[in-house]
């Protein structure tokens, strides 16, 4: 028989409430959501949630830390299966799309979050540690698809995430107004500007 430390208990916990907090955060966004409303939304008293976050401030950054650990792997299998460069493109674009239509309001908190980072120094480290990783997530669907081309990238990796974060940004804030129908621009965007990222 196998006992659980309380360690393990403890962060089994944690994310527990960060996967109810993301829920609250998502749908009201990060000022509007106190944590005896992140609370309140969920099966945990705010004194649960009290006791093992210290305030919204630590709950906030670990919850989509949580989340965002998750993400950073999400284009891999395109990484991983395409064969040529064609394929690479559609099925890019495609994920792209389709974490658009399951997980909008995660990736609202997420452009919410980064933008208060820019007034919330206690945010600023977790917000540009994540930003890393998804400049890391998307520099291996480039080289990749450099690979499959037979040509160098021409651009560096911070210039091909702000291209493709601004696309994908942009279809956000048209999904959430429009709904459906605009997630295909955002695959001829990715057909357009990908090619634009090699020599």
Known sequence: MTTTRPVDKFDRRRDELAESALLTLGEMGYARASLREIAGNSPFSHGVVHYYFQDKLELVIYSVRYYKARCVTRYDAVVRDSTSADELVEAF????AQTIRDEAPMHRLWYDLRTQSMFEDA???AITEIDAALEAMIWRVIDRYATLS???PSVTPAAAYGMLDGLFQQALLAYTAGGEPVLDG???EVRAVLPLLVR
């Open 123 to 125: 945010l600023r480290n």
């Open 93 to 96: 674009g495609a994920k792209l």
């Open 186 to 188: 955002l695959a001829t």
């Open 150 to 152: 037979g040509r160098p």
